[in-house]
């Protein structure tokens, strides 16, 4: 299960979007997730979804992987939307029955509220499958690098999430594997109460922390041995520049805000 | 200047311990040399490794890294740089997500030119034969292919001395022979200095120089030839002779003429053959 979810991967590829700097994409993350709350109505939205497909389209990975990273969170998406569907009480009644009432405000509501989360995951995700943990990383790092007088903060802040990202695979695995230990030791953890089943995890989280530790240790001597010492004074192999993709991207961004802007406007009561 | 690493009466003892991990040490290790150093669990062959790039510092006595001394506070990153470590466990040596850019890790920290460090990644990645992995996650990668590519990170920073702390004890016997086979590449075509901790006697074979630990101290220090010879004080130590060697000592007790000590199978298999053929003949 812990295996499925695939925010966070990255694919590594050639295409455009992957070729982006990665502080302007950073950027037009930032912005294309505003934008999307910024959606009014569904002319908007269906502007956001439209040039989020030309993205996907243009990133080249595959429409299965993004569907992927949206199942686990498809029971949250139903979730919102159903609420939506029963609270609000604007629009025609379409259902009614007893104290349910089901208008046609509400349907068109949750269906807007689905898009607009799905859309969410979807931009998010394609930022970390078409950029390497180190590059987001980097670029979070030179975008605040005007904040100079706690720049060594930014790295070491930085840095951290490098790590962090890279042991998440190997701590799945490594509680895959105290899992299957404890239980051929017996340990149950499918049956039984919720208590019981919280406590039946104490067994598998002790040894994951100890060994968490360790490999802390580990890790830093090993980053000593290789002359790690901050961030002062340290190059990196990757260069960032900007060019003329970065500036396609922005203005194809532009655009969508116009869009999006002008349609608020334009259509005012349409939801 | 002909000794890399150069320990003068060294003493070394753990903070919580009441007994010397390292025992007035005295050890010389000259430059290009392959040397391996042998001992059971707790002989302090470890922490002789920790001792060479100023990771730990001796209570007792001097080390000195191509002249410098590891107790210099100024030279501790040109020290580290000159001689380079890899550990046992490949996973807690890897920093980034990428093999390319974990390889990368060493040269920026040490504020190399961008274009340089992407010279030296290709280099290091094509001598211990992962640069088509470059791309690569370290996570979906085997033992013996992190455990390459943490010897290409240190090989990136240029070193001159690699240390290996039991490089290979996690690994399958495939993974061993990869590394083993990468790393007599560099000391033969880079002339890199090898310093092999390990405890899998068949490994110390293909070294210039066997040195065997035992509580703290140096008890044996020679050629592969002389030091798997005897047998009798390896065994006090707490060590086997290969195989091979063993195999021929019982062969020369049942009255057998043999020239000289066995190391490796393909010597042990003509010597067999040979016998048979004066048996025949």
Redesign the interface.
């Given at each position: 299960m812990i295996k499925d979810i695939t925010i966070g991967q990255f694919f590594p590829g050639k295409s455009m979007v992957h070729r982006l700097d990665p502080r302007v994409k950073l950027i037009l993350t930032m912005t294309f997730i505003i934008t999307i709350f910024l959606c009014k109505n569904f002319f908007a939205l269906g502007i956001m979804l439209f040039s989020l497909i030309l993205i996907i389209i243009s990133s080249k990975i595959s429409i299965k992987l993004i569907l992927r990273g949206i199942k686990p969170l498809l029971f949250i998406i139903v979730f919102t939307a159903f609420l939506n569907i029963f609270f609000m009480s604007t629009g025609e009644v379409l259902l009614e029955y007893k104290f349910i009432v089901v208008t046609t405000g509400g349907v068109f509501t949750a269906i807007f509220m689905a898009i607009r989360i799905i859309s969410l995951i979807i931009a998010s995700s394609l930022l970390t499958y078409t950029t390497s943990p180190t590059m987001i990383t980097d670029g979070i790092e030179r975008l605040l690098s005007p904040l100079k007088f706690m720049k060594n903060g930014v790295h070491t802040v930085a840095m951290m999430m490098t790590i962090a990202l890279r042991f998440i695979p190997t701590l799945i695995e490594e509680f895959d594997k105290i899992t299957n230990a404890q239980k051929a030791r017996g340990a149950n953890l499918e049956t039984g109460s919720l208590v019981q089943r919280a406590k039946a995890l104490i067994p598998i989280f002790v040894p994951l922390f100890i060994t968490s530790f360790r490999r802390a240790y580990e890790l830093a001597f090993a980053m000593e041995c290789r002359c790690y010492q901050g961030g002062e004074g340290r190059t990196r192999m990757k260069q960032m520049k900007t060019g003329l993709i970065d500036i396609y991207g922005l203005a194809f961004m532009a655009v969508i805000l116009g869009a999006v802007i002008f349609l608020n406007y334009s259509y005012t009561h349409v939801i | 200047m002909d000794s890399i690493i150069k320990f003068e009466n060294v003493n070394f003892r753990y903070e919580d311990s009441k007994d010397l991990a390292v025992n007035n040490v005295s050890l010389e290790i000259k430059r290009g040399d392959f040397v391996a150093v042998l001992g059971h669990n707790g002989s302090g062959k470890s922490t002789l490794a920790?001792l060479t790039?100023s990771?730990l510092l001796p209570q007792d006595g001097q080390i000195l890294v191509n002249g410098m001394d590891t107790a210099d506070e100024s030279r501790i990153?040109d020290i580290?740089?000159t001689v380079?470590?890899v550990?046992q466990?490949p996973?807690?040596?890897?920093?980034?997500?990428?093999v390319?850019?974990d390889v990368?890790?060493?040269?920026?920290?040490?504020?190399?030119?961008?274009r340089e460090?992407?010279e030296r990644?290709d280099a290091a990645l094509k001598a211990v034969e992962m640069y088509e992995y470059r791309?690569h996650?370290?996570?979906k990668l085997s033992g013996g292919q992190k455990q390459r590519v943490a010897i290409a990170?240190?090989i990136a920073?240029q070193p001159e001395c690699i240390v290996l702390d039991e490089a290979t004890a996690m690994l399958d016997p495939r993974g061993r022979k990869d590394i083993l086979k990468t790393i007599r590449m560099l000391n033969e075509q880079l002339g890199i200095t090898v310093v092999f901790i390990t405890h899998f006697m068949d490994e110390a074979v293909c070294a210039n120089r066997v040195i065997v630990m035992d509580n703290a101290e140096i008890i044996m220090d020679g050629t592969p030839q002389e030091v798997f010879s005897k047998t009798g004080d390896l065994r006090v130590a707490g060590l086997d002779v290969p195989q091979v060697t063993e195999l021929s000592q019982w062969i020369e007790k049942e009255g057998f003429g043999i020239s000289k000590n066995i190391l490796s199978t393909d010597e042990c298999v003509d010597m067999i053959l040979s016998i048979l053929e004066v048996q025949k003949g």
């Open positions: - | 920790k790039n990771i990153y580290r740089q380079g470590m550990f466990n996973d807690n040596q890897i920093v980034a997500t990428v390319e850019e990368a890790f060493g040269p920026e920290n040490l504020g190399v030119d961008p460090i992407r990644v791309q996650e370290p996570h990170g240190v920073m």
